[in-house]
């Protein structure tokens, strides 16, 4: 009785061709990678749409392009940034409108940053990187910009810098495909495993 169970059980299986669920994976997977793609392009959309609102300096729309970035992320998965965003343009106009204020002191240590400015503004095209670094190594020539240097409200780098979290998984198109493509793995694994067991038990039984 149990052989002849086992066997219904088999014949059963068998009917499920194993091409069948492997060919359906396979579809699922390219099906599940597309998503996935589109997900990280539009994260990508998104983190270039910031980047050109901090050119702008607009400050309510790096807010709003944030708060974008921000909930694609955080509703879809495949999103992760590895190093975060960093607004550079943002810091560099803080940064550049502390010295300017500095440079506007009346006293005598306040004159520093308009030398230092007068120094460093005829190489450089702009206000950048190595600008900053130009007006770094000026003020270390004077001996009290160190102190003066305390007084002045510079921005703080890491205050630029935002990282959102990418969840595992996804209530989306990605996400459900992905799902899809782990329960036909299951499926394959549960199937293949069954048939080799059922063909035990049957060889088990003749051999008693």
């Known amino acids: 009785?149990?052989?002849?169970?086992?066997?219904?059980?088999l014949r059963r299986l068998k009917k499920v061709k194993i091409w069948q669920l492997f060919a359906l994976l396979l579809l699922m997977g390219f099906v599940a990678a597309t998503f996935l793609r589109l997900n990280n392009i539009g994260m990508t959309q998104r983190f270039d749409a910031v980047k050109a609102a901090d050119e702008t300096g607009n400050n309510q729309s790096i807010q709003d392009r944030l708060y974008d970035l921000q909930?694609?992320?955080s509703d879809h998965m495949n999103t992760d940034m590895v190093n975060g965003i960093?607004?550079?343009e943002s810091y560099q106009r803080d940064y550049k409108k502390a010295y300017d204020a500095a440079s506007l002191d009346s006293n005598p240590n306040g004159n520093i940053y308009k030398k230092v400015q007068d120094v460093c503004a005829p190489q450089f095209s702009g206000w950048s990187t190595v600008y900053v670094q130009c007006v770094t190594d000026e003020l270390a020539k004077y001996p009290s910009a160190s102190s003066l240097a305390a007084s002045v409200d510079l921005p703080k780098a890491d205050l630029y810098h935002y990282s959102f979290a990418s969840p595992v998984w996804s209530a989306d198109f990605a996400?459900?495909?992905v799902l899809i493509c782990v329960v036909l793995i299951i499926?394959?694994?549960?199937?293949?495993?069954?048939?080799?067991?059922?063909?035990w038990l049957i060889h088990r039984h003749?051999?008693?």
């Not at 499926?187 to 063909?199: E, G, T």
């Open 1 to 9: 009785m149990d052989d002849r169970l086992n066997k219904q059980h």
């Open 71 to 73: 909930r694609f992320m």
């Open 86 to 88: 960093y607004l550079e």
């Open 175 to 177: 996400g459900w495909s």
């Open 187 to 199: 499926m394959i694994a549960i199937r293949l495993i069954s048939v080799v067991v059922l063909k």
């Open 206 to 208: 003749k051999m008693i």
